[in-house]
């Protein structure tokens, strides 16, 4: 029986073999050696089609490599990876010494013994309450060195003999007193000049110290003031960097001036940079650009009478001034009032002596008694 079927086998067609399936057909072709040419032959013929291209399933035929997504070979972007990761590693190695480096100075800085600083001489406190008191008062100190100006004097010392040392010092605002500025989109920046400037300058530089202190920066301000003090009236000239930052708003410290204040007019437009000594400042309107202004020529008739009246202490003078909105308007007109009650003293006999009458005016109508 077994001879039989072997024979039958032998005799099949070949259209049999086709019509199995590809298993039968591999595990044919694996148990039958003798088949193998003929089965080979016929089994290359059995292909995938994918994407137009005949790919055999035989094992003999190399798959191809996985398509890579990035683009790249992956021996490059394992090194790519390697450098990322020792460059984070330096990267956090360099913050990690800045940030030791910054903690071990506070520390020294805190527990270091410094007589000047030296303020838990009465506190028995324990050890870490003393060294956070310590620290509070070293970020105190840093951000009150940061808001304070830096220097403490603003002006040397006054000139000696056989210098000539003006007996007032009057210290002006540059912004919206001098010049205006303004902007456009046609020509940016610009800084209008103030009707009568030359004559004011002219007019106070003969018995005051002129010092133009601003809050605006020196890049800005030497380069305006260079072009508009063609005689080099303005001694000094004090920027942003004099002035004490207090409460968001930046503010003209008199105590740091190195001039006797009982001599000393600070002339501004902004009541809150002059809010330290009110006394010894004259709030006037800011000018806005017009043409026809003339308050720089009232600014120098009431200087000059300051001083032509020799006056001891300017606080007194400025105080009752400081009540109106616009000074120079009421200065305008108690000088009117003055110049009528002096015609009227003409035409009076002699009852007064000039002089005593002269005082009793001055009281009046410039001290406002």
């Not at 009528?340 to 002699?350: A, D, G, R, T, Y």
């Amino acid at each position: 029986m077994a001879q039989f079927l072997h024979r039958g086998a032998r005799l099949c067609s070949p259209i049999l073999w086709k019509s199995l399936c590809s298993k039968c057909e591999l595990n044919a072709f694996k148990k039958s050696p003798r088949l193998q040419p003929t089965i080979t032959s016929t089994f290359k013929l059995y292909s995938v089609q994918t994407e137009n291209k005949i790919i055999h399933t035989s094992d003999s035929v190399k798959q191809p490599d996985p398509i890579d997504l990035f683009g790249e070979n992956k021996d490059e972007r394992q090194k790519e990876k390697e450098k990322a990761i020792k460059n984070l590693k330096i990267g956090f190695f360099v913050i990690g010494a800045s940030m030791v480096l910054i903690l071990g100075s506070g520390l020294y800085v805190l527990v270091s013994e410094d007589d000047s600083n030296k303020t838990d001489e009465d506190d028995h406190s324990i050890y870490p309450v003393k060294l956070y008191k310590r620290g509070r008062l070293a970020i105190s100190n840093f951000f009150e060195s940061m808001r304070a100006p830096s220097y403490e004097k603003l002006l040397p010392d006054p000139l000696a003999f056989p210098y000539i040392q003006p007996p007032y010092t009057l210290l002006i605002e540059m912004n919206d007193l001098l010049i205006h500025p303004e902007w456009t989109y046609s020509t940016g920046w610009r800084f209008k000049k103030r009707p009568n400037v030359d004559y004011f300058l002219d007019q106070v530089g003969q018995n005051y110290e002129v010092v133009v202190f601003t809050s605006s920066n020196g890049y800005n301000v030497y380069p305006i003031l260079d072009n508009l003090d063609k005689n080099g009236v303005i001694m000094y000239r004090l920027v942003k960097n004099a002035t004490d930052y207090i409460e968001g708003h930046h503010v003209k410290n008199l105590e740091r001036i190195n001039r006797d204040l009982s001599k000393v007019i600070m002339v501004d437009c902004d009541e809150k940079s002059v809010k330290l000594q009110r006394n010894n400042a004259l709030v006037i309107p800011k000018w806005t650009g017009d043409d026809n202004d003339h308050q720089l020529v009232q600014l120098a008739e009431f200087l000059n009478v300051i001083s032509a009246s020799e006056v001891i202490d300017v606080r007194e003078v400025l105080s009752y001034y400081k009540q109106f909105e616009n000074p120079l308007e009421t200065f305008k007109e108690n000088q009117r009032k003055l110049l009528e009650l002096q015609e009227e003293q003409k035409q009076l006999s002699e009852k007064l002596p000039v002089k005593k009458t002269s005082d009793r005016l001055k009281q009046q109508f410039l001290y406002g008694k």
